[in-house]
């Protein structure tokens, strides 16, 4: 994110955060006692399922506590609600996923932001119809760049992000933004190897999808970087040093070792190392889930062998290099690695993440690897763990120290057995998103009312994702 977006968001987050704190008592706490619904009115909102507002009736009434029912009923349809757009694009169904306050679909979000409702695409058609357009548009996308993060409406449009106009980099009509960040390419594999388990639909995966998943794969070869630094470079000229790349835009030196490289994280900032472990592992599931899928669709041998064979090569190089010892001697994971023996720990809100690497399926959840670096995540050892009057999560460069991201706290419940760790995370959920109805980007972590982005559909949903989850897996959590 630019300085300009940065500094736009903030206003608008502390206009609305100043409002809301008007007096000794927080003028909405009596407006969020009523609960009014913070949904668009019907004939203004998107898209609307059937199914998905029938779930959201039987899982409200599974939620005894009143706020908590009210969040959810706001947050899990917002991504139909307010940032879907359907159409057509080259004569097929097109879908448009925006992130929210952003006229610009980013490969990671829009799949993200839809995914809690593939379980409901099989008994749904307008569903159907949703994700059929939107597996063809992210193909599209690939196609257009493989090392774009996000991208316009309009395939042939020019970048109409401010902060993007001048980069450094070989921009392409239909591109917004041009961070090559691993996970870019991983979230739609994810998504549409889930739609296509939970439907059997054939539709969406034509030549043009196929095409775009070969280039997938080449792609994650090219940045193995066994032949040189391939032909991505990035710059941007700012004065925040996570908007750019080191060394004429190629990253920070690295040792080829099988490992996939990344300049940006999801968070859209500058990877330090750009041997990035949690995106790698996430290839890796990637990889495997598209192996079959493809023999399955097309009967292909040779390209699902490829994958597999990617997929072995970088997950032993993950093993071999992305494994450090914590004080105890014990193995965890680290975040980013350069090959050469430099290994960083941290951890950032943003999915794929150290803490998030069980929720995306990168491990089992029991894994004992994962336990531990999970723990280290939430503690002081990782610099962008903060604790406050408000709550306690993890935040990272993007918005800076103190801010905690509620996808953070979402995260650690969704990877938690223990009621009371989940009830922890359920209740500063519930008391911090400043009167809004609306879970934010990131909040202060002893002030909620200061808060960024208060349109941030991928947050929403995956709020709306927790609760759906909890009720089948918790279902005496949010009824006591």
């Not at 994110?1 to 927080?26: E, I, N, Q």
Request: charged share 25%; with cysteine; aromatic share 12%.
């Amino acid at each position: 994110m630019s300085a300009s977006r940065r500094d736009v968001l903030k206003l608008m987050s502390f206009a609305l955060g100043a409002a809301a704190l008007g007096g000794a008592r927080p003028s909405w706490a009596a407006s969020a006692a009523r609960f009014v619904s913070q949904r668009p009115p019907v004939g203004k909102r998107k898209f609307t399922s059937a199914a998905v507002e029938q779930l959201i009736a039987r899982t409200k009434a599974r939620i005894a506590d009143p706020e908590l029912a009210w969040l959810f009923e706001n947050c899990f349809p917002n991504t139909l609600d307010t940032t879907v757009e359907l159409g057509s694009l080259r004569g097929k169904p097109d879908t448009f996923v925006v992130t929210g306050d952003i006229d610009a679909m980013w490969l990671r979000d829009s799949s993200a932001q839809v995914w809690p409702y593939v379980p409901l695409a099989a008994k749904d058609e307008d569903l159907r119809r949703l994700f059929r357009g939107l597996i063809r548009r992210h193909a599209v996308c690939i196609a257009i760049d493989p090392y774009a993060n996000a991208f316009l409406p309009d395939p042939t449009a020019k970048t109409n992000l401010d902060w993007a106009k001048q980069d450094v980099t070989d921009m392409r009509p239909g591109v917004a933004e041009r961070k090559w960040e691993i996970d870019s390419l991983c979230y739609p594999v994810r998504l549409a190897a889930a739609y296509w388990k939970a439907t059997g639909d054939r539709t969406p995966f034509d030549d043009d999808w196929r095409a775009s998943m070969r280039l997938v794969v080449a792609t994650f070869r090219e940045q193995q970087r066994k032949h040189g630094p391939g032909p991505y470079h990035f710059q941007r000229r700012s004065e925040v040093p996570t908007e750019s790349q080191f060394l004429g835009g190629y990253g920070n030196p690295t040792r080829p070792v099988g490992l996939i490289h990344s300049m940006f994280r999801p968070s859209d900032d500058a990877c330090l190392y750009p041997l990035f472990i949690p995106g790698n592992l996430f290839a890796v599931y990637a990889l495997r889930e598209l192996g079959p899928m493809t023999l399955a669709l097309f009967d292909d041998k040779a390209f699902a062998e490829e994958c597999k064979a990617l997929a072995d090569e970088v997950q032993h190089a993950a093993e071999t290099h992305g494994v450090m010892r914590d004080e105890h001697g014990d193995e965890i994971w680290a975040y980013e690695v350069d090959g050469f023996g430099n290994q960083l720990f941290m951890d950032d809100a943003n999915a794929p993440g150290l803490l998030s690497l069980a929720y995306l399926g990168c491990c089992p959840q029991d894994d004992a690897r994962y336990r531990r670096t999970r723990a280290r995540a939430w503690s002081a050892h990782n610099p962008y763990f903060f604790a406050g009057k408000a709550a306690e999560g993890i935040g990272g460069p993007h918005e800076g120290l103190r801010m905690i991201w509620p996808m953070s706290i979402m995260m650690r419940a969704f990877t938690s057995r223990d009621d009371a760790e989940i009830r922890q995370c359920l209740y500063w959920l519930k008391t911090t998103h400043a009167g809004t109805g609306f879970m934010h980007e990131a909040f202060d972590q002893d002030d909620p009312a200061h808060f960024t982005r208060p349109w941030f559909a991928w947050a929403n949903t995956l709020f709306g994702e927790l609760i759906v989850e909890l009720a089948e897996r918790k279902p005496a959590l949010l009824r006591g």
